[in-house]
């Protein structure tokens, strides 16, 4: 599997932005998806993710202001992020979750997230 992440920029306190993932040689019926997200110097960290079944785990750091989506016609995945916090400022990556040879995936270069005044 091979993704793809873009959409990043750099945006005030407050504000929202939409990620895209590119997901290449697998389908959202077949692997589970998430977004991580990486502070410089610290460890990835997966922040929400949607099952199979759909069922949608955000962490209670994104909780109520990001959320997972996907458009099976393009094989795209999203990350819609509102009332964005200097502390959501990170790279982003997006990956599968599922614990299966079908599922097993590449890195992506990410996307920069900047949010400051």
């Known amino acids: 599997v091979q993704l793809a992440e873009s959409g990043g920029g750099s945006v005030q306190p407050g504000g929202s932005l939409r990620l895209s993932c590119a997901v290449a040689n697998t389908d959202f019926n077949t692997c589970g998806v998430g977004w991580y997200r990486q502070v410089f110097g610290k460890e990835r960290e997966l922040i929400i993710s949607?099952?199979?079944?759909?069922?949608?785990t955000p962490t209670k750091a994104v909780e109520g202001r990001f959320t997972i989506s996907t458009d099976d016609a393009t094989n795209t995945l999203y990350l819609q992020m509102n009332s964005l916090v200097v502390e959501d400022t990170a790279t982003y990556y997006c990956?599968?979750?599922?614990?299966?040879?079908?599922?097993?995936?590449?890195w992506g270069q990410g996307t920069q997230v900047t949010v400051s005044e």
């Open positions: 949607r099952s199979l079944d759909g069922t949608i």
């Open positions: 990956a599968t979750t599922s614990l299966k040879r079908l599922c097993l995936f590449t």
